[in-house]
């Protein structure tokens, strides 16, 4: 039976963004208030707040944690297109104990979405540390720091302009988080209208697209790849405007002899799974333009259930299991969901 527990808000305005860390244990959010708020869990399994801050001079879009191996970090993106990255203080005399180590000025635009990417395999000196983001202007920015001991010695390592359907909206992107070589390799993105795809960080080619566009008749709001945990293949989720949860099965390059040169290194995708309950609302279906939308969708830390969440107020999620008739298919159902309604 799914439990929930309320929070209370510290914030003045509408939150944005909430984002817990990699142990789950302390959560971070922001808002149109410009400020910043981390909570921690207390003594009584509660949850109290830890510090706050002003974090830009205009509403913050997204906030974000990097591993723990970096200590305390915490990027935040804001309309204002800045990007910052802060770092956990041992004095608590400014900015609730978080310094400012790094401002990127790079995106002419808002800035939508930011993530950093999964954390490389070895030890602390041989890691190294990068962050993604996506913005109005049409760019994919990938940032990586130089120097760990500092975290504030940061360089743009890749900038690549994404092909715009329209101007409608709908930014976001999500690192591949295996744990083999292409983990913090590979990112799925989506800008504006109905275009989704993943592109492929090499470390002499730059990026580029991997995997041909996943085109919808409405525009996308979220992605999610998920930990493949020694699967064959990726999943990765979407969710759009129309209030359907998506999710694709997508498979790697193809090294077989007969294959065209050019079709050997690109990726293939195929719909597994098409969810359209976000999209009703009091017990009707809504239009695009009305409402009913997905806001989020996010996989569990081994990508087995998926959870989504949309403007029908409901969190649900998804699970695969073995298909009707014994043939051994696994098909994707609902498992639960849980919503705040009035008493």
């Not at 279906?285 to 996989?299: A, D, H, L, P, Y």
């Amino acid at each position: 039976m799914p439990q929930t527990n309320l929070i209370a808000s510290a914030h003045s305005d509408l939150i944005t963004c909430a984002s817990y860390d990699w142990y789950g244990l302390r959560l971070a959010t922001c808002g149109l208030d410009q400020r910043v708020y981390t909570n921690g869990s207390s003594s009584n399994s509660g949850i109290k707040l830890a510090s706050t801050w002003k974090a830009h001079d205009a509403p913050l879009t997204h906030v974000c944690w990097a591993h723990p191996q970096f200590g305390q970090v915490i990027a935040t993106a804001g309309i204002d297109g800045l990007v910052k990255i802060w770092e956990r203080s041992t004095s608590q005399s400014t900015n609730g104990g978080w310094d400012e180590k790094a401002i990127f000025l790079d995106a002419a635009g808002s800035v939508r979405q930011i993530e950093f990417a999964p954390c490389s395999s070895g030890s602390a000196s041989s890691s190294w540390l990068r962050l993604a983001s996506v913005s109005t202007d049409g760019w994919l920015r990938v940032y990586e720091c130089l120097d760990l001991g500092r975290m504030g010695d940061w360089a743009l390592k890749e900038a690549v302009v994404l092909e715009l359907n329209s101007t409608h909206g709908g930014w976001a992107l999500s690192w591949c988080k295996d744990s083999s070589a292409e983990g913090g390799q590979l990112i799925a993105v989506v800008a504006s209208a109905a275009e989704g795809g993943s592109g492929n960080k090499s470390g002499s080619g730059g990026v580029k697209n991997e995997t041909p566009s996943t085109t919808t008749s409405t525009t996308i709001t979220t992605v999610s790849w998920a930990p493949s945990c020694g699967r064959s293949y990726h999943l990765i989720a979407t969710g759009g405007r129309d209030g359907h949860v998506r999710i694709y099965k997508v498979f790697g390059p193809s090294w077989d002899e007969g294959e065209p040169e050019e079709e050997k290194n690109r990726y293939s995708s195929t719909l597994v799974a098409d969810f359209d309950d976000h999209a009703t609302i009091g017990g009707q279906k809504s239009s695009t333009t009305i409402g009913g939308q997905v806001s989020k969708v996010e996989w569990n830390v081994t990508g087995t259930i998926l959870a989504s969440t949309g403007s029908d107020g409901r969190v649900r999620l998804w699970k695969a299991a073995t298909g009707a008739g014994g043939g051994g298919g696994r098909v994707w159902r609902g498992v639960g969901s849980v919503g705040v309604e009035a008493k």
